[in-house]
């Protein structure tokens, strides 16, 4: 059967069809409007009322579903080049419309909060349906660039018995009574009691397990979800978020650079060539949400220029210590306008600084590299100190707009001794790691790799400026409903 899509772009013709989908709307008893998810737009189906029975008729409401059968004809109407011209029409699955009302499927403009709580309803508007075609855009386009690249995908576990960012913000997996656990002599949870034998946690990135398998393989990627117990209730992040990891033997920092800035245009480009309708139209809803802002808050170009904008321009690469320098230079640092104000060189950066080099300084994307080694995670390669002593760490993190980091990746500390030593200084428990740190002794060559935060792409793409927006089912701090 043809959904919708191709439907709308099919001739006239004389030949029955049968469609499938739910009703958006009923108009005049004449014209529905029935959207099968495969597209935005809908197909417009006209019916003679006189040829249809009155319980049909009237269970033809918002949010019904229909069957219909009919054949192509040029459309009388404008806003669509055909419509279905309907003999038959059976419905499939009611909806009452006093229940309708009190949901977002009711046709009207609902807020994002209110799609939030019927997150179970939400894919069947407009703007939902349009950022998950998107989404399902991208992760394919994400297979498509690395599979065209020789790249091997290794599925990395999601059960781990290890902390990969050395941050400790892990969830705990155990199949221990938390009423009643054994307990050591000491008095604490004896986890070798426990399922694993050990602590075990939900995974926070594949990247240290994806290393092993790059030693090997030569190119990899991991694409899973990862779980971050960080407290943040902001916009931009998510206790359950999918992240995208290659990992490539050979590379040094600028050829992860290079590898990074192509795959993202590369995904971008495929985005918008493949979902230009859901585009067009979250580039209005974009338009509609920022008529309510401050001119300030307002994304400062269209979807679409921004998008392409990026795909335009090289990524501006910029060390950690020439933007230190811009940042302390800067008019909100000297007016004090930042929250955190920027004085040292080894000061961790905020999102408020990294948006302000991407968005008012630079105003392109940005890659800051070559970070101070006591602001980053154990396992990046260590830089000779510069002539004042400074050390710093292959560190790469991608900016955008709106967005702020949305990559954050390094070339890998692959010396035996200065990896030990590092996570000595950095109480990393070897007993843990001691399988990523042996890895060390056998062929271990130069190699970097990324994590690019597959919601924040979706929220770049899409124009969404929350999160929990392009994600089915998000997962933040005090909510797990659904
Ligand atoms: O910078 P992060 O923590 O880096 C890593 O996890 C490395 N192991 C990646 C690597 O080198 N293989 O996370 C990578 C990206 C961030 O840039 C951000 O886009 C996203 O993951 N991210 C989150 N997205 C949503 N919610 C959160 N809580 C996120 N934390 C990180
Ligand atoms: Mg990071």
Avoid at 360 to 385: G, Q, S, W
Wanted: hydrophobic content about 40%; some cysteine; proline content about 4%.
């Amino acid at each position: 059967m043809k959904r919708i899509a191709e439907i709308l772009q099919a001739e006239p013709s004389l030949i029955e069809m049968t469609v499938r989908g739910w009703v958006r709307s009923f108009r005049n008893d004449r014209f529905i409007a029935l959207n099968d998810g495969s597209t935005i737009n809908n197909l417009q189906c006209v019916i003679e009322p006189e040829n249809h029975a009155q319980d049909i008729l009237q269970s033809i409401n918002v949010a019904a579903a229909v069957e219909v059968k009919g054949h192509l004809v040029e459309s009388q109407g404008s806003g669509q080049r055909v419509e279905l011209q309907t003999s038959m029409v059976k419905i499939l699955a009611t909806a009452d419309p006093e229940d309708v009302k009190k949901t977002v499927l009711s046709p009207k403009r609902h807020k994002l909060d209110t799609l939030r709580e019927q997150a179970h309803l939400r894919v069947r508007t407009n703007t939902f349906g349009a950022v998950m075609r998107v989404r399902a855009a991208l992760s394919f386009a994400v297979h498509k660039y690395f599979q065209e690249q020789g790249f091997y995908q290794a599925h990395t576990p999601i059960l781990t018995g290890s902390d990969a960012e050395g941050a400790g913000e892990m969830f705990r997996v155990s199949t221990l009574d938390p009423k009643n656990p054994p307990l050591t002599e000491e008095g604490k949870v004896d986890y070798s009691k426990d399922f694993f034998e050990k602590e075990a946690n939900l995974t926070v990135s594949g990247q240290l397990e994806a290393e092993t398998y790059a030693m090997g393989l030569g190119q990899v990627y991991t694409f899973g979800p990862t779980f971050r117990a960080e407290n943040s209730n902001t916009s931009r992040h998510l206790a359950e978020f999918w992240m995208i990891e290659p990992e490539v033997a050979f590379n040094d920092l600028a050829a992860n650079m290079d590898l990074a800035e192509d795959f993202m245009k590369y995904v971008i480009d495929y985005a918008m060539k493949n979902c230009a309708d859901d585009i067009e139209f979250l580039e209005q809803r974009l338009e509609n949400e920022d008529k309510q802002k401050h001119a300030a808050e307002r994304s400062p170009m269209p979807l679409r220029d921004k998008l392409k904008f990026v795909l335009k321009n090289n990524f501006k690469r910029v060390s950690y210590t020439e933007a230190i320098d811009i940042l302390r230079n800067s008019k909100p640092n000297k007016k004090k306008k930042f929250k955190y104000p920027v004085d040292q060189w080894g000061a961790d950066l905020q999102s408020e600084h990294e948006r302000y080099l991407v968005e008012k300084h630079f105003e392109c994307p940005v890659i800051l590299f070559d970070y101070p080694a006591t602001i980053k995670a154990f396992y990046m390669r260590l830089n000779e100190a510069d002539d004042e002593g400074r050390k710093t760490v292959r560190a790469m993190d991608i900016l955008f707009p709106g967005i702020g980091e949305i990559v954050g990746g390094s070339q890998r500390e692959e010396r035996y001794d200065v990896l030990k030593q590092k996570m000595h200084d950095m109480n990393i428990p070897e007993e843990e790691l001691w399988w990523y740190l042996e890895m060390r002794k056998f062929g271990s060559v130069v190699h970097s790799g990324f994590g690019l935060g597959f919601e924040r792409l979706v929220m770049f793409v899409t124009g969404m400026t929350n999160i929990r927006d392009v994600i089915p089912y998000p997962r933040t701090p005090g909510n797990a409903e659904f």
